[in-house]
């Protein structure tokens, strides 16, 4: 049944994470050209021949956008198997391992890129964020997963 309460917060996590793919991640001013002020990297977008790109390495860019889409991905297998709970829970278990990931890879992006020598300046995106309540809306989905799998067993106790 698709009108449970998990179900919409699964649907957060996958629009948390679709906003995710087209937000500034990361703000960044260089002290080389052009000086006019900050070069904006995403995660993904026409950004992607700035020079900045220079400095991260690609495997790094490549593995932000396949834990963006395969969380975004995960959420949404994870809503049409409402007849098995417990493969939910399994599948809700394994999106909150890809957002972890997803998190320590902007951390070490972070890292690489203040050790660049020609950053000046560094601001998180509002990006930043959606991870973090979309692990929210995860664990809210196990919760009530949980609880319904709490209330079927109950029921059967009853019979």
């Known amino acids: 049944m698709l009108q449970r309460v998990q179900t919409l917060y699964l649907f957060g996590v996958t629009v948390c994470m679709i906003v995710m793919f087209f937000l500034p991640l990361l703000g960044i001013e260089t002290s080389q050209q052009p000086p006019t002020g900050m070069t904006v990297d995403y995660v993904i977008g026409c950004s992607f021949n700035n020079e900045f790109f220079n400095f991260i390495p690609a495997y790094l860019q490549h593995t932000l956008l396949i834990l963006i889409v395969d969380s975004c991905a995960l959420s949404i297998i994870t809503i049409f198997c409402f007849k098995k709970r417990k493969l939910q829970l399994k599948l809700c278990w394994l999106n909150v391992i890809f957002l972890v990931l997803l998190y320590a ?15 000046t300046y560094m601001g998180a995106g509002i990006a930043i964020a959606l991870p973090f309540i979309a ?18 067993k109950s029921m059967d106790r009853i019979r």
Not at 105 to 119: F, G, H, K
Request: no cysteine; aromatic share 16%; net charge positive.
């Open 105 to 119: 890879a902007i951390a070490y992006l972070w890292i690489t890129t203040q050790q660049n020598s020609n950053v």
């Open 135 to 152: 692990l929210i809306f995860n664990f809210l989905a196990m919760r009530f997963i949980k609880k319904d799998e709490a209330l079927i």
